[in-house]
C-alpha cells in the first residue's frame, strides 16, 4: 500500500508535509507504520498549485528517500494547495508514468488502494473512454485508469458523483467477469481549488486517512498517517466518507457507489 498526504489552506512550504515532521511523508517511505508494508520505495511524486490554473509537478522512480532534489523541492516550494505521494506498487511497473499524482488540466489525483483481478477489466474500463482521455493514458496502473474514468463521467461538474459512478462501474464489471467486486480507495485529489478526498472499500477494510486542521483557521491537511505524536490533533476518516476542503473549511459526508444495476 501506499502513503499520502494532501493539504489546502494558507500557503505553507511543501517540507512541511513532505520532509519535516518526525513522521513525514519520506519518513514514512521507508517506516509506515499503519500499513501493510512499511516500505514505499516504488517512486513518488507532489503535485502543486500556484499562480497558473494547472498544477505543477515532480515525480520520479527512485525512493522519496533516496532523491537529493525533493528536500530541496520540498524547502523551497509554497503552495496553498498540493499532493504528495510515495508508491508501493501493487498495479504497473516502476516507470515514472505510473507514480502518483497523476495529472490532466487542472486536476491532480492520488490513490492508495487496489482493483482487485483490475487484468481482467482493464480493457473493458478503456473501451469506455474518449478518444482524447484514451491518449492522454500514459502509465499501466489501475489508479491512473480509475482517475480517467471518473474525469469521463463528469469530474468537473459533480466530483463526488463522477468517483461514485467510476468506482460502480468497477463493481460491476468485476462481479460479470469474475463474481465478484474486491475494491480499497482511498485517494485525494483537486481542481486547484478545493480538496477532495475518498475513503471506502468494498469489504470495509479501506486504507486509513487522517484530517488535521493546518495553515489557518480554515486549512486541512489529510494524510495517510499522522505525521506526529500529537493524538489529539488527528482524526481518523470513516469508511465510506467524502471530504471535502475549502474555503469554509472541511465537510465530511457519504459516499455510497451503488451498482448501475440498482441505479437504473
Known amino acids: 500500500?501506499?502513503?499520502?498526504?494532501?493539504?489546502?489552506?494558507?500557503?505553507?512550504?511543501?517540507?512541511?508535509?513532505?520532509?519535516?515532521?518526525a513522521h513525514s511523508l519520506i519518513e514514512q517511505s521507508h517506516c509506515a507504520t499503519r500499513a501493510k508494508t512499511a516500505t514505499n520505495g516504488d517512486g513518488f511524486g507532489i503535485a502543486w498549485y500556484g499562480d497558473r490554473p494547472e498544477p505543477g509537478r515532480y515525480r520520479d522512480i527512485l525512493p522519496a528517500w533516496s532523491d537529493c532534489n525533493l528536500k530541496s523541492l520540498a524547502r523551497q516550494i509554497r503552495s496553498p494547495l498540493f499532493l504528495a505521494h510515495v508508491r508501493a506498487a501493487t498495479h504497473g511497473a516502476t516507470r515514472r508514468d505510473n507514480c502518483h499524482p497523476f495529472v490532466q488540466g487542472h486536476w491532480s489525483f492520488m490513490h492508495n488502494g487496489q482493483i482487485s483481478g483490475f487484468e481482467r477489466i482493464r480493457r473493458h474500463m478503456e473501451g469506455m473512454l474518449s478518444d482524447a482521455l484514451f491518449d492522454a493514458r500514459n502509465g499501466t496502473t489501475d489508479s491512473e485508469l480509475l482517475f480517467l474514468l471518473a474525469l469521463q463521467f463528469g469530474l468537473d461538474t459533480d466530483p463526488f458523483q463522477a468517483m461514485e459512478k467510476?468506482?460502480?462501474t468497477v463493481e460491476d464489471l468485476s462481479i460479470e467477469?469474475?463474481?465478484e467486486?474486491?475494491?480499497?480507495?482511498t485517494a485525494a485529489y483537486s481542481n486547484g481549488r478545493e480538496l477532495y478526498a475518498v475513503r471506502?472499500?468494498?469489504d470495509h477494510k479501506p486504507p486509513t486517512l487522517y484530517?488535521?486542521?493546518?495553515?489557518?483557521?480554515t486549512g486541512y491537511c489529510l494524510v495517510s498517517e499522522p505525521l506526529n505524536d500529537e493524538v489529539d490533533t488527528w482524526v481518523e476518516i470513516p469508511d465510506g466518507s467524502a471530504v471535502v476542503v475549502?474555503?469554509?473549511?472541511m465537510q465530511v459526508t457519504l459516499f455510497r457507489p451503488k451498482a448501475l444495476s440498482e441505479a437504473a
Open 1 to 21: 500500500m501506499c502513503r499520502w498526504a494532501a493539504y489546502r489552506g494558507e500557503p505553507l512550504y511543501l517540507e512541511e508535509l513532505v520532509s519535516s515532521p
Open 166 to 168: 467510476a468506482i460502480a
Open 177 to 179: 467477469k469474475s463474481g
Open 181 to 185: 467486486a474486491l475494491v480499497r480507495f
Open 200 to 202: 471506502y472499500a468494498t
Open 211 to 217: 484530517a488535521a486542521p493546518m495553515g489557518g483557521e
Open 246 to 249: 475549502d474555503a469554509d473549511g
